[in-house]
């Protein structure tokens, strides 16, 4: 299955990171949240915005059913879900601790994207990948290549 060695350079299309963050600016001031699959080579291939049940500035709790629904969607078009989205509109860059105990499974990339508080531009946020690894109780930030779409 995909390349999931420790320390890998993630690949994402361009298309997949600009659609996270235009459903974060949407969703603004609450947390955004989604999950995203990788195809049979282990490619990742598409984003799939999932309502925030929390509705909230500060947590996401992605909405049950819309959550079994991608799963399925994904498994019988022959891919996995292998990451999931969400938005820090008030930031911080990185993961919070409630964010790492409620990690929804442990061998999903986390990609978060916060709005730079710094910024006057509306649409200045940062993309970053995580990935929670059997030592650490920390999540690691992993390097991310943004590529383009084929
Ligand atoms: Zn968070």
């Known amino acids: 299955m995909a390349d999931r060695a ?3 350079v993630i690949q994402l299309p361009d298309r997949i990171a600009a659609s996270m963050l235009d459903h974060a600016a949407a969703c603004a001031p609450l947390e955004a949240c989604g999950l995203l699959s990788k195809d049979v080579d282990g490619r990742w291939s598409e984003f799939y915005p999932v309502s925030n049940a929390a509705r909230s500035q500060s947590r996401f709790v992605m909405e049950p059913d819309a959550l079994f ?10 891919g996995e879900v292998a990451g ?4 820090h509109p008030d ?6 601790q409630v964010d790492t105990v ?6 999903w990339v986390s990609f978060l994207g916060s709005l730079n508080p710094h910024s006057s531009e509306q649409l ?3 993309l970053r990948a995580f990935e929670l690894t059997g030592t650490s109780p ?4 992993r390097r991310l ?6």
Not at 69 to 78: D, H, K, M
């Open 138 to 141: 920390r999540p690691m930030q």
């Open 69 to 78: 629904l991608v799963i399925s969607r994904v498994e019988s078009l022959g």
């Open 124 to 126: 200045d946020w940062t």
């Open 102 to 107: 409620e990690w929804p499974d442990r061998t």
């Open 145 to 150: 290549v943004i590529i383009e779409s084929g």
């Open 84 to 87: 999931f989205f969400h938005s």
């Open 6 to 8: 420790i320390g890998s």
């Open 91 to 96: 930031g911080p860059a990185e993961p919070s």
